[in-house]
Nanobody, 123 residues
C-alpha cells in the first residue's frame, strides 16, 4: 500500500488549504482513512477520519473548520481546512487502517502512512 499526501503550504491565519491523499495497492473502498498531524516538539495527534461508508469524526480542535471526504473512484481522501489558525501548523499525515483493530482515533489503529505534508499558518 502506498499513500501520497499533497497540498500543504504556507497560508495566513484565516485562510484555507486542501490536502489530498492518493492511495494505491489496496482495496481502498473498504478501508477507513484518517488524517493525523504532528507539530514541532509534540506527539502525533488525530485530526479526522472517514469510514468506508462515509461516516466521519473530527478532533474537537478542528470541528467546524475542517471537512474530510473521500472519492472511492479515485482512491483518494481530501481534507478541506478553513479558518486556519497558527496552532494548525504541523506536518499532516494521511493513514489507512489496513488490518489494525485498535482505536480509530489513535495512530496505532492505522497500518499504512503517507510521507506527510507540511502546513504552516502564519499569524
Amino acid at each position: 500500500v502506498q499513500l501520497q499526501a499533497s497540498g500543504g503550504g504556507l497560508v495566513q491565519a484565516g485562510g484555507s488549504l486542501r490536502l489530498s491523499c492518493a492511495a494505491s495497492g489496496r482495496a481502498f473502498v473498504r478501508d477507513d482513512m484518517a488524517w493525523f498531524r504532528q507539530a514541532p516538539g509534540k506527539v502525533r495527534e488525530f485530526v479526522s477520519r472517514i469510514g468506508w461508508s462515509g461516516s466521519t469524526d473530527y478532533a474537537d480542535s478542528v470541528t467546524g473548520r475542517f471537512t474530510i471526504s473521500r472519492d472511492n473512484a479515485k482512491s483518494s481522501v481530501l481534507l478541506q481546512m478553513n479558518s486556519l489558525k497558527p496552532e494548525d501548523t504541523a506536518v499532516y499525515y494521511c493513514a489507512s487502517r489496513g488490518t489494525r483493530v485498535g482505536s480509530r482515533f489513535s495512530e496505532y489503529g492505522y497500518e499504512y502512512w503517507g510521507q506527510g505534508t507540511l502546513v504552516t499558518v502564519s499569524s
